[in-house]
């Protein structure tokens, strides 16, 4: 049974921010050993690394493909990519005081994700922070996604095994964040590239399908571009500190 005071979306509106902001404002990142799980192009990486006055970052990616253009970035000492999955964590235990989950514990196959939450547990010192955003099954942009990658049925298992984890006392609930991504797109192209050419799932998108994508997106197109604003929620769990 999931926890009362965790919620799957926000009632209310949430408020404009992004990620950084969020992170910025949760996380006590000084000299911290970050454990980042699934950094797909390592764009956040590169923030977290640059913008924080971390100790150290792994960043791990199950993508091979992806994985293998990461070890070409040379240019971030205190990064250091690795492969694998969540669900199996190469780390000894109590040996990172921060984990970060941005976007991709739905990406996790479902039987293994309470696993991916356990090897979570074990690598975080106690008192350690596991940060874990999602984003919410709602809004435009959504709306978009759904037409060639519904996510709603990974989401709630998503939700559901990080709420498992909290009625399980394995993870104390510090704080549910809902907030609103900023997210933009210079032209069609752009989102093709970031949203379809993607090497980690093949959407199958026939003619008539990619059709009726560029069509929505485009509804949304103006001369700046397409912006959106992305429904996210964040849990961060606290490992017991006993």
Known sequence: MNDPTMQIRSPATAREATE?????????LG??????????????TRRIAEDFPV???????????????????TDLPAVEFRYGGAEAIDLPDASVDVVLMLKSLHHVPGPLMARALDEIHRVLVPGGLAYISEPVYAGAFNDI???FNDERQVREAAFAAVADAVESGRFELEAEIFFDAPGHYADWQDFEDRMLKVTHTDHRID????????????????????????????????????
């Open 207 to 242: 003619a008539a399908l990619h059709t009726r994508i560029k069509a929505a997106f485009e509804s949304h197109l103006g001369p700046d571009g397409a912006s959106f604003l992305r429904p996210s929620r964040v849990d961060l769990l606290r490992k017991p500190a006993d």
């Open 145 to 147: 996604l759904r037409l």
């Open 20 to 28: 950084l902001e969020i992170i910025s404002e949760t996380l006590p």
């Open 55 to 73: 100790a150290r970052v792994i960043a791990t990616e199950v993508d091979r493909v992806q994985h293998e253009k990461n070890l070409q970035i």
């Open 31 to 44: 000299n911290a050993r970050v454990l980042e799980l699934g950094c797909g192009r390592a764009w956040m």
